[in-house]
């Protein structure tokens, strides 16, 4: 009898026969995926005096179905930086389970900077390590044509303790800006975002409460107008004095639909 764990919970090769493995073989080519199947939207930010301001609708898409409208995806890496993904989930999971592992080995290479430690500033990975860490890999997926469909936000502070904003996309392109969004959000929601502030010398003067506004007025235009988005959302505020603050399951207040009454040509509207 074969006592190796590999073949733990098998039948016994001399009463049942040898183990069939036929099936587990595949004589087609290697696959990677061609389309995102089950999707999440737009993801917004935008700096303030101290910190940034990041927000993502809980929804996703099967296709066109509004299929899990519990998906969180704004996450936390420590108290100083914050990643908001777009795109394809499970390839945002994967991501997830990248800054897990790296979160685990900062943590055993550098016991001395928790979060509560006074060395936290020069020791634990900031807002822009992650995003420089998070474009290597999106450059290297796609280098092995194999890229990860996702658009990521990565808001928090820099070394300096400067407000961080900045994207990075499946081709491992980045850009850094004041006001950022992905997906639909980057036509309806970035014009609203640069009236609060459309150059980086405008940011000490923008307030936390001026750049909530900003990103709630959005999340509902885009409710309005992005057929894959939801009224339900999450949205951090990371700033020098408070960390990562999370909130999860919030709702948009204040809805109007007065505009709909305008729309002709669906349904029995049809003059």
Do not use: C
């Amino acid at each position: 009898m074969n006592h190796f764990p590999s073949s733990w919970g098998r039948p016994r090769d001399d009463v049942y026969g040898a183990y069939d493995h036929s099936y587990l073989q595949s004589s087609g080519p290697i696959s990677h995926t061609q389309s995102p199947a089950v999707t999440g939207t737009s993801v917004l930010a935008v700096k303030f005096k101290d910190g940034v301001v990041i927000a993502a609708d809980n929804l996703a898409s099967y296709g066109s179905l509004a299929r899990f409208t519990d998906v969180k995806r704004l996450r936390p890496f420590n108290s100083r930086a914050i990643i908001g993904v777009s795109g394809d989930v499970s390839d945002m999971q994967h991501i997830d389970r990248l800054l897990t592992q790296l979160d685990i080995e900062e943590n055993y290479s550098s016991p001395d900077s928790s979060d509560n430690s006074e060395n936290t500033t020069t020791n634990s990975l900031n807002a822009k390590n992650l995003h420089t860490y998070l474009s290597k890999q999106m450059y290297k997926r796609r280098s092995d044509m194999n890229p990860l469909w996702n658009a990521i936000l990565v808001a928090g502070l820099d070394a300096q303790n400067k407000p961080f904003l900045s994207s990075v996309d499946l081709l491992g392109t980045t850009f850094s800006a004041p006001t950022l969004a992905t997906g639909y959000g980057a036509h309806l929601a970035q014009p609203l975002l640069r009236k609060v502030v459309e150059e980086e010398s405008q940011v000490p003067n923008v307030t936390r409460e001026a750049a909530e506004k900003a990103i709630r007025e959005s999340l509902k235009v885009l409710f309005y107008r992005d057929a894959r988005s939801m009224d339900r959302f999450s949205i951090a505020v990371i700033s020098r004095e408070g960390g990562v603050e999370l909130r999860e399951n919030e709702v948009l207040e204040g809805q109007s639909w007065a505009f709909a009454d305008r729309i002709k040509g669906y349904g029995t509207q049809t003059n």
